[in-house]
């Protein structure tokens, strides 16, 4: 071998290397600062990302999987809008976050000052679609929106499959609605807002009320037939395997996937460890904590219940919208023209 | 009058705060974006608010629901405070004690459970009533104003009883029976000579009720949502709490606004009764001997149905729920099925070290806000009532304001300020000290129309004659007023730290961390995140945590009665 190939397959060798060598100083480097951070300041809703039985088993598994003992400091917080709100107060006014990893959707993370994270690099388990808003934000669970039932008032053939199902007149009265109009926006991105409009117009006939997402007792106690759309189907699958007659079903029509986000304010007291966490909750452990404990996961980590749903109603013919953080920026008024003039139909104005 | 000015100060220095919050929120109502962002200003919040003709069926939904509510809360609170203070009826501290619990009980459960027991659909009474007559449709239906008053005031009525009862025990009773002389029934004397002489106080508290039924949130959010029915507290939460979107503080600016306003109106009719306050004046110089009136065996009986019954409904009935809902995993109406699925599995997964650090951090609040706040309450009373300055009175005014603002609102100006105005002078941001301080000044209001009312009560005779004698004021205050007030504050001051116990929205705000953390914050997190069963099971903790405060109460409430006696 010559000096020159000698030089050559040296210099190969170095370039094969040093990416590698980069990505590991680079967790190296988050797990010494998040010993040096020793602890995690932790705040969202209760009904997020599995509340405290959550927290307790995060805990647990992102200490074993980085061979660290740090303490999770947690504190339920406000509803999403309000804790987004109160990060982007607090980094304005020169205040450390309170939270080191905030959850919540396109709208609340789009106007946060945010840490950018070379996630795939540091972590090879995340892969780009993951990722999104410039290596912002974490895609942490996919919600699949669609209705909320009583299982023992809605049986068999009038379990409804698309969404106009829902104005048989046997529902008349017996339905219920969010007081935000939660997902009929998502609705008219298919439909057109005409269509939407015409629907809402008939189908506030047949609801009597308005409730909040995971009021599901509600409808298991036959207060109402049915939550049209809810949010998610985690709250009502949790509530049947608490023994509520309750279940959830997606609308054929209406495919809809969206996301609750993670990610790390920049002004979070502890960003290292708040990063490794983020990382821990989009492997397949830190999935299976999330299930487990909140009834969701990410349909674009594999293996996961969502990713099987997802596969499965799409073998069924279903078709999903979704979007990602810079479309919903970007049609941030539209959305919100339609979302109020969507609200003032279902609370009958 | 020596040191009139040390007094007027101290109430200067405490309505300060309620001044600069006050503007602050008139201020959110013309701001186009959220706290912290450039300001752009803008009328469109109350251009959207009075062209839209929803918010004048709001209006008319608020006003029906906030009148049922004191009426419905006044029925049960008066008869029980004249029972209490005005009779001989036995069992005298149980009725202070369920009254008491009754308070500390969280309205979403009671609301719930009113929806079990009188829906159209699912209601057990409604069931049943057809069932036995053979009706074609339910005869009840709890989803309208009236059954969202009727569990409002139920709930209400501990408060209105608390505010009431002070102004029976100061009465003189020689007015009853002077009545009684000339021949009045004790019905005619209730009506004619008690009622009148306790109006300032019946007054106020049925203000205070009206007030908080304007921004009551648990019942319309539960009750009347169900129907579609909107009251401005739902009308501000959904325009604070889009699901997607970043909250619309200017038009939660622009609605608080339209309620002090109201407020405001209100507080004129109380203003003009404190101006002729002399009337009502019961003690005087020329004796002081509160003795009761004897009901007899019939009375006795007849006074504990009427007791049984409101106990029932308003205090029993939703503590059985309390413990129901703490013992299933899923809510669910009571039957044999659900009797099998009691378990204790909401306990074990409780949050117990945090619950700790709440209970610590609560009983700093509990201990430090009632003292504050009569302190400076006691200065503006004073100055109010006795100072004689001219612009006493707006003193008051401004005193019960923070009552009329809704108290989500008023936390997030107190964060504002903290974030953005006070920042550079304190820390006070994330600490304990601003909950300290918000709840201060939250209850400013309260206190003050009970000490307003006892005071009032006090002929302006008896301190007349101390400053004659040469007497200053603080000596004043300690040798004569404090003595005579002290029933009443022994009251403000206790109920004060139990209000502190169920405090959740302003909580909801102003608690960011562990440091400031409070139990209530925790049960209401627990069911804001969907955890109705384990936030039923945290309150009866929390309520385990209560049980020494209940009986400090008690014991204080017996003490003050044999101080009085002798």
């Not at chain 2, 806000?369 to 400076?376: F, G, K, N, R």
Request: with cysteine.
């Amino acid at each position: 071998m010559t000096r020159a190939n000698k030089l050559g397959l040296l210099l190969i060798i170095v370039l094969m290397i040093v990416p590698i060598v980069v990505s590991a100083q680079t967790l190296t480097q988050l797990v010494e600062g998040a010993k040096k951070e020793g602890q995690l300041i932790l705040s969202w809703g209760t009904g997020t990302m599995g509340g405290f039985e959550g927290l307790q088993m995060m805990e647990k598994g992102f200490n074993k999987t980085y061979g660290l003992n740090l303490q999770f400091k947690f504190t339920p917080g406000p509803a999403m809008p309000q804790f987004a709100s109160r990060i982007i107060q607090e980094a304005k006014a020169g205040q450390p976050a309170s939270t080191d990893l905030f959850v919540g959707s396109e709208n609340h993370v789009a106007r946060m000052p945010l840490k950018s994270v070379e996630w795939t690099k540091i972590f090879p388990h995340i892969t780009a679609p993951m990722i999104d808003f410039d290596n912002k934000v974490l895609i942490v669970t996919t919600r699949t929106p669609g209705f909320t039932y009583n299982s023992k008032m809605v049986v068999g053939n009038d379990i409804p499959q698309r969404v106009e199902d829902v104005l048989n007149p046997k529902w008349k009265g017996k339905i219920a609605s969010t007081p935000y109009a939660a997902s009929f926006d998502r609705l008219a991105m298919m439909w057109g807002e005409e269509k939407t409009t015409a629907f809402l117009q008939k189908f506030v006939k047949q609801v009597s009320g308005l409730i909040r997402c995971g009021e599901d007792e509600r409808i298991a106690s036959g207060e109402f037939a049915m939550l049209v759309f809810n949010c998610d189907l985690a709250s009502p699958q949790e509530a049947k395997e608490k023994g509520g007659p309750v279940d959830g079903q997606i609308f054929k029509d209406a495919g809809m996937l969206s996301y609750w986000y993670i990610t790390v304010p920049a002004n979070a007291r502890n960003p290292n460890a708040a990063t490794l966490l983020a990382a821990f909750l989009l492997s397949k452990d830190g999935q299976d904590i999330l299930y487990k404990t909140d009834k969701s996961s990410s349909h674009w980590v594999k293996g996961t219940q969502m990713s099987k749903f997802v596969a499965e109603q799409e073998k069924r013919g279903v078709k999903f919208l979704s979007y990602s953080v810079m479309d919903v920026l970007k049609n941030a008024e539209e959305h919100t023209r339609i979302r109020l003039k969507f609200q003032k139909i279902l609370a009958g104005n | 009058m020596r040191g009139r000015w040390l007094f007027v100060a101290i109430s200067a220095a405490g309505l300060l705060p309620v001044v600069a919050f006050l503007l602050i929120i008139l201020w959110m109502g013309f701001w186009q974006g959220s706290p912290g962002e450039p300001v752009v200003y803008t009328l469109k919040h109350y251009q959207t608010l009075f062209a839209d003709p929803s918010t004048y069926r709001t209006l008319v939904n608020t006003i029906g629901f906030a009148s049922t509510t004191v009426l419905v809360s006044l029925v049960f609170a008066i008869p029980t405070a004249w029972l209490v203070e005005r009779t001989d009826v036995p069992g005298k501290n149980l009725i202070f004690a369920l009254v008491t619990i009754g308070a500390l009980l969280p309205t979403f459960f009671t609301s719930m459970g009113w929806v079990f027991l009188l829906h159209p659909r699912i209601g057990i009474i409604n069931k049943l009533l057809i069932e036995w007559f053979g009706l074609e449709q339910a005869p009840f239906n709890i989803a309208t104003l009236i059954g969202m008053g009727w569990v409002e005031g139920l709930g209400l009525s501990s408060i209105a009883f608390i505010m009431i009862v002070a102004s029976y025990r100061a009465m003189d009773p020689a007015l009853e029976e002077a009545a009684r002389v000339h021949g009045l029934g004790i019905f005619r004397t209730l009506r004619y000579v008690t009622l009148p002489l306790t109006l300032p106080g019946i007054v106020a508290a049925a203000i205070y009720i009206f007030t908080i039924g304007l921004s009551a949130f648990e019942v319309p959010a539960i009750i009347g949502m169900s129907n579609k029915i909107f009251t401005f507290s739902t009308y501000i939460f959904y325009k604070i709490q889009p699901l997607e979107e970043l909250p619309s503080y200017g038009m939660a600016g622009a609605v608080s606004s339209l309620l002090v306003v109201l407020a405001l109106l209100l507080s004129w009719g109380y203003f003009r009764m404190l101006r002729f306050s002399h009337r009502y004046a019961v003690v005087t110089g020329k004796g002081y001997r509160p003795r009761r009136v004897e009901l007899g065996a019939k009375g006795w009986f007849c006074a504990w149905f009427f007791l049984g019954c409101y106990f029932l409904v308003a205090k029993f009935l939703p503590f059985v729920l309390l413990v129901w809902a703490s013992l299933l995993k899923f809510f669910q109406p009571p039957s044999w099925a659900a009797l099998e699925q009691v378990s204790l599995y909401n306990f074990y997964g409780l949050p117990w070290n945090l619950m700790l650090q709440g209970a610590r951090n609560t009983l700093i609040l509990m201990l430090s806000v009632p003292t504050l706040a009569l302190i400076l309450c006691l200065a503006i009373s004073w100055t109010v009532l006795r100072s004689g300055l001219r612009w006493r009175l707006t003193f008051d005014a401004v005193a019960f304001l923070p009552h009329a603002v809704p108290q989500l609102i008023l936390a997030i100006a107190a964060v504002f300020a903290a974030l953005f105005l006070l920042h550079n002078a304190f820390s006070l941001y994330g600490s304990l000290a601003i909950v300290i301080i918000v709840y201060t000044i939250s209850r400013i209001s309260f206190a003050t129309r009970i000490i307003n009312n006892s005071l009032a009560q006090i002929h302006p005779e008896l301190d007349e004659a101390a400053f004659v004698g040469g007497l200053p004021l603080w000596q004043v205050m300690r040798k004569i007023l404090l003595p005579l007030l002290k029933p009443a504050l022994v009251y403000a001051w206790l109920w004060m730290a139990l209000l502190c116990y169920r405090e959740l929205t302003m909580a909801s705000v102003l608690v960011t961390s562990q440091e400031n953390v409070t139990l209530p914050m925790i049960v209401w997190g627990l069911w804001l995140g969907g955890s109705l069963n384990q936030a039923a099971a945290a309150n009866l903790v929390v309520l385990a945590f209560m049980l020494p405060a209940v009986t400090l109460y008690l014991i204080f409430g017996r003490r003050s009665r044999f101080t009085e006696a002798l």
